[in-house]
């Protein structure tokens, strides 16, 4: 019979905050009783890690994860993605690598079997230990539970010495210890501050951009590194009553020779947009939301100036979104971050594209009545509302590793809580951390152009005359952490865009 040990914390060593993981309540935490109990068919989270580097490594998660899921392992959360240089066996391809959280009824070794026979059916051999393979499944966690046998030790016995395998680990948790179970985990740690000490004495953020561990988002056939550079995305709307340009780009013809400038003054993305979303605009029928967006999208797309070029669509509809993507867009950009179409975080979840999911309240009718503009700290709030976006595109099945976050200035805000989210994106990346680590590493894209909030502050009522404004909201947003800004004036925000970044390379460089 094989027996494993159940780490049994009370209440009082279970506390919200890393804070309390130092000093005397994480030591009653370490120390806790220990009970030897015979395995059972209770459900259980656990964690699981993912390393891949032959053949098309992420097509290799993404078959890996859905044999999971239909072998009773419900996935929860994702962590981002890294590539990595290959560890102990040195000359081999690059590792992609992952971690997941999920629950399952499966007992450790019945778990354990499970993840042997995926590897199996995905073509891993037996070949050289630490060598190359299609997919690499190890149980990290397995409830609140030690295991120890002749084929299984949990937690793994080699993860504190790992950092590609540390840092994934660590996107799954917040700093608040939500739950027991987590609790748990960092009692495990060889450290005494858990898991978040662990991490940092192998090096932690600090490794992240280095040679040897990237953090990525797969888009198209590449890996974004959005550390490397501030992206530059062009607003191209197809609609008659945009807020700034309506009407002007709804030819083909007019709309490629926008893009055609745009690419050629700098944009790395163009953001195509057939469905109005200012205030109080009526929403119109997925069917003419492709009547305009298509016949753009296929012209584009034979454009030699987008190669290497990415496109986003703009919508909110799941039928829209699977059309545009079906013929070459590479992005799904919601406003909505899912909440005015029930189909579409399911959608996208298939398409397997990177997701954009927005802040908003309502939908562009009602965002800005009384109701949807109430809140007590704006940071906090939209925080709080976009780790809910998150967490049900996850559930849905976008990976952490497919999702970038925007905090929808000009959707359901003031003049003042647009510029409290400007000023204040560390903070949002605060809040969002004590959720979830990996939300809070996501890619931030950043829309200020043109918006009414400078309009009203440089009293400036026509949109056009607002490029000035933009590029010093662009200035703050970039210097506050934001990876994409969303532009129509793409030459001068991108010189802004070009300053900010040279000015945070500085910063980071050595005295």
């Known amino acids: ?19 309390h993981f130092r000093g005397s309540s994480f030591r009653f935490l370490h120390s806790s009783q220990e009970t030897s109990v015979e395995l059972h068919s209770q459900e259980q989270e656990v964690v699981i890690a993912l390393g891949s580097n032959v053949g098309n490594r992420l097509h290799n998660f993404n078959e890996a994860l859905q044999l999971m899921k239909k072998s009773g392992i419900n996935i929860t959360r994702h962590a981002c993605l890294y590539e990595t240089a290959p560890a102990y066996v040195t000359d081999q391809p ?3 690598n992952s971690a997941v959280r999920a629950v399952t009824k499966l007992g450790p070794h019945e778990l354990l079997g499970v993840l042997k026979k995926i590897e199996m059916d995905m073509g891993r051999t037996v070949g050289i230990r630490y060598g190359p393979r299609p997919i690499d499944l190890d149980i990290l966690f397995y409830g609140k539970f030690k295991v120890n046998s002749d084929i299984l030790t949990v937690p793994h016995e080699r993860i504190w010495e790992r950092p590609f395998v540390m840092a994934p680990l660590m996107d799954l948790l917040g700093l608040d210890v939500e739950n027991d179970t987590v609790a748990c985990w960092h009692s495990l740690s060889i450290r ?13 953020e600090y490794l992240i951009g280095k040679d040897r561990m990237k953090r ?14 501030t992206s530059v ?20 013809e007019a709309a490629v020779s926008q893009v055609r400038l745009m690419i050629l003054e700098g944009a790395d993305m163009i953001d195509l947009g057939a469905q109005s979303t200012r205030p109080m605009a009526s929403r119109i029928s997925p069917q003419e939301e492709l009547d305009r967006l298509i016949p753009v999208l296929e012209a584009i797309l034979k454009m030699p100036e987008m190669n290497g070029k990415l496109i986003s669509v703009d919508t909110f509809y799941s039928e829209v979104a699977s059309e545009a993507v079906s013929k070459g867009a590479h992005i799904v950009n919601d406003v909505s971050g899912g909440q005015l179409d029930p189909n579409m975080t399911k959608v996208v979840a298939g398409l397997e594209v990177p997701y954009v999911a927005m802040h ?3 939908d562009p009718t009602t965002m800005q009545n009384s109701e949807n503009l109430q809140y007590d700290d704006v940071c906090k709030q939209v925080a709080s509302e976009l780790y809910s976006r998150f967490a049900d595109a996850e559930l849905s099945g976008i990976p952490a590793w497919r999702i970038i976050i925007d905090p929808g200035l000009g959707f359901s805000k003031k003049t003042e809580h647009n510029l409290d989210l400007l000023m204040r994106l560390p903070t949002m990346r605060a809040e ?34 607002r490029d000035p404004a933009t590029v010093a909201s662009v200035t703050a947003g970039v210097l506050g952490g934001a990876n994409i800004v969303r532009v129509h004036n793409v030459r001068d925000n991108l010189d802004a865009v070009k300053l900010c970044d040279a000015m945070l390379k500085y910063k980071r460089s050595p005295a």
């Open 1 to 19: 019979m094989n027996l494993f040990k159940q780490l049994l914390p009370t209440k009082r060593g279970l506390y919200g905050s890393l804070n």
């Open 94 to 96: 690059q590792f992609l």
């Open 192 to 204: 005494s501050g858990g898991l978040f000490e662990s991490w940092e004495k192998l090096g932690g």
């Open 216 to 229: 990525v988002l797969p888009i198209g056939n590449d890996l974004w590194d959005w550390s490397l550079k």
């Open 233 to 252: 995305m062009g607003i191209l709307n197809l609609t008659p009553d945009s807020f700034s340009d309506g009407g002007k780009f709804q030819s083909v």
């Open 360 to 362: 908003m309240r309502g």
């Open 432 to 465: 969002i951390a004590r959720k979830s680590l990996a939300m809070s590493h996501a890619p931030v894209l950043l829309g200020s152009s043109r918006k009414k909030f400078l309009g009203e502050i440089c009293t400036r009522p026509a949109a056009s005359e």
